[in-house]
DNA sequence: ATTCGAATAT
DNA sequence: CATATTCGAA
């Protein structure tokens, strides 16, 4: 802990005045909890084991930076009288531009681990059928938005099962009606994600809901889905007021099947380990699957691996059509 | 002017 | 198959 930067240190360079809200930060780690930003995530000999490019030492000042653009950015949308506060966390980017071999197939995903901390994590325990906690994993991101500018391309996004979640459990809070691209990219909260980038997975996501909405209901009994939990419930739910006293009525039919608690999205997510680079680096992948049903957390969720990532392409690739 | 979203392209 | 990009509509 060498770090003695101050985090609300950024002026304002809107020049406004409201930039520390009490409330939010209630609850969060202390600056000196925290791993130093000057920490590596990764090993060096993981890193190069798997191709990943080191990421250079980031500074306080870039993560104010992103901090600045993240509040900005939500104060100046007011997301929607909807949105009403959702807390507004930032996401420790990795840097990543300075050198990248644009090859044929490019693949970089947005999901990466930081905190070796170890911390309490509350997790409210889904008991309820009714909406089910919005739990949070968390995922950083990587990109640099500077340093990216202009002729550059961005990689493929991989959707990770990090990122899903996250976004699965975004527009279950805004409701299938109020989730725009926009707003879900917004409220992920993950840097380097762009409006497109949702837009796209929404527009699968929504299939996939059609899909099971038409087709029914229990289906796939047969596959104990380990968490096929996915919270988006055929009807819309809408995340207004948020248990404040800000009771919005929305044309929605829907009262607000939401719990008391604003989910929030955490951050600092678990330590990740992977079993081994043999195991999954190389090539080594399979699909040996058959009796999945539909959930869509199926859709990447693949069994064990809990969220890894690096290279390559996306090994996996399924199909989620519902005969068998 | 912006951004959504279905269609289409990689 | 998963994502990206396009392009007309809201």
């Given at each position: 802990?060498?770090?003695?930067?101050?985090?609300?240190?950024?002026?304002?360079?809107?020049?406004?005045?409201?930039?520390?809200?009490?409330?939010?930060?209630?609850?969060?780690?202390?600056?000196?909890?925290?791993?130093?930003?000057?920490?590596?995530?990764?090993?060096?000999?993981?890193?190069?084991?798997?191709?990943?490019?080191?990421?250079?030492?980031?500074?306080?000042?870039?993560?104010?930076?992103?901090?600045?653009?993240?509040?900005?950015?939500?104060?100046?949308?007011?997301?929607?009288?909807?949105?009403?506060?959702?807390?507004?966390?930032?996401?420790?980017?990795?840097?990543?531009?300075?050198?990248?071999?644009?090859?044929?197939?490019?693949t970089v995903d947005l999901?990466?681990?930081?905190?070796?901390?170890?911390?309490?994590?509350?997790?409210?325990?889904?008991?309820?059928?009714?909406?089910?906690?919005?739990?949070?994993?968390?995922?950083?991101a990587?990109r640099?938005?500077?340093?990216?500018?202009?002729?550059?391309?961005r990689p493929r996004l991989v959707w990770t099962?990090?990122l899903?979640?996250?976004?699965?459990?975004?527009?279950?809070?805004?409701?299938?009606?109020?989730?725009?691209?926009?707003?879900?990219?917004?409220?992920?909260?993950v840097?380097g994600l762009t409006?497109e980038n949702v837009?796209s997975h929404?527009?699968?996501?929504?299939?996939?809901?059609?899909?099971?909405?038409?087709?029914?209901?229990?289906?796939?009994?047969?596959?104990?889905?380990?968490?096929?939990?996915?919270?988006?419930?055929?009807?819309?739910?809408?995340?207004?007021?948020?248990?404040?006293?800000?009771?919005?009525?929305?044309?929605?039919?829907?009262?607000?099947?939401?719990?008391?608690?604003?989910?929030?999205?955490?951050?600092?997510?678990?330590?990740?380990?992977?079993?081994?680079?043999?195991?999954?680096?190389?090539?080594?992948?399979?699909?040996?699957?058959?009796?999945?049903?539909?959930?869509?957390?199926?859709?990447?969720?693949?069994?064990?691996?809990?969220?890894?990532?690096?290279?390559?392409?996306?090994?996996?690739?399924?199909?989620?059509?519902?005969?068998?």
């Amino acid at each position: 802990m060498g770090e003695e930067v101050r985090i609300t240190d950024y002026d304002a360079a809107g020049g406004d005045d409201d930039d520390r809200v009490s409330e939010w930060e209630v609850g969060l780690p202390n600056i000196d909890d925290l791993m130093p930003l000057s920490q590596s995530l990764v090993p060096a000999e993981l890193a190069s084991a798997f191709s990943i490019t080191p990421e250079p030492h980031r500074s306080m000042i870039d993560v104010n930076r992103a901090s600045q653009n993240t509040l900005s950015n939500l104060r100046l949308h007011s997301v929607k009288q909807n949105l009403n506060k959702f807390n507004g966390f930032k996401s420790f980017g990795e840097d990543k531009g300075d050198e990248m071999v644009m090859e044929g197939e490019e693949t970089v995903d947005l999901t990466g681990d930081g905190c070796s901390d170890s911390r309490k994590l509350r997790r409210v325990d889904s008991g309820g059928g009714g909406g089910g906690a919005i739990g949070e994993e968390a995922d950083s991101a990587l990109r640099a938005d500077d340093s990216s500018t202009r002729t550059s391309k961005r990689p493929r996004l991989v959707w990770t099962p990090q990122l899903h979640k996250r976004f699965v459990d975004v527009v279950a809070h805004l409701g299938v009606k109020n989730a725009v691209p926009k707003t879900i990219m917004q409220l992920m909260n993950v840097e380097g994600l762009t409006r497109e980038n949702v837009a796209s997975h929404l527009q699968k996501y929504r299939l996939y809901l059609k899909r099971m909405q038409g087709l029914s209901n229990e289906g796939p009994s047969s596959s104990d889905h380990l968490f096929a939990s996915t919270p988006v419930p055929q009807s819309l739910q809408e995340s207004s007021g948020g248990g404040n006293g800000n009771s919005h009525a929305p044309p929605v039919p829907i009262p607000m099947p939401y719990p008391p608690q604003m989910v929030p999205m955490p951050y600092p997510p678990p330590p990740q380990m992977m079993p081994h680079p043999a195991a999954a680096g190389g090539s080594g992948y399979h699909h040996g699957f058959e009796s999945h049903s539909h959930p869509f957390n199926m859709m990447m969720q693949q069994r064990d691996w809990s969220g890894n990532k690096f290279a390559s392409v996306s090994p996996y690739q399924h199909r989620m059509t519902n005969d068998k």
